[in-house]
Nanobody, 119 residues
Framework: QVQLVESGGGLVQAGGSLRLSCAASRIIFRIHAMGWYRQAPGKQRELVATIKNDGSTNYADSVKGRFTISRDNAKNTVYLQMNSLKPEDTAVYYC?????????????WGQGTQVTVSS
């Protein structure tokens, strides 16, 4: 089974930066996309950023200009550079990998890493 291991979360002051990493192992299917989602207490999980196999990216409006998603295909690793962090960025961040299976795809999720931004 695909396994995603996240790292890089922590506590940071507003305006600071963090870099999240997610390494995927046991990949036996073609990767369609990798990305990051987040979930704050009492709220639904929301998309933060994604990067497809052609290199195209997509960002939530709330993080545009502040966050950057990147990848290392050779290592099956996706990164999220988070700059100018705000308290509203506080959430558990989940790594996501979509793999191609048959005529559709399947989603795999990391264990989540806590990001806390203090005022």
């Amino acid at each position: 089974q695909v396994q995603l291991v996240e790292s890089g979360g922590g506590l940071v002051q507003a305006g600071g930066s963090l870099r999240l990493s997610c390494a995927a192992s046991r990949i036996i299917f073609r990767i369609h996309a990798m990305g990051w989602y987040r979930q704050a207490p009492g709220k639904q999980r929301e998309l933060v950023a994604t990067i497809k196999n052609d290199g195209s990216t997509n960002y939530a409006d709330s993080v545009k200009g502040r966050f950057t998603i990147s990848r290392d295909n050779a290592k099956n690793t996706v990164y999220l550079q988070m700059n100018s962090l705000k308290p509203e960025d506080t959430a558990v961040y989940y790594c996501n990998v979509q793999v191609v299976v048959g005529f559709g795809n399947a989603d795999y999720w990391g264990q989540g890493t806590q990001v806390t931004v203090s005022s």
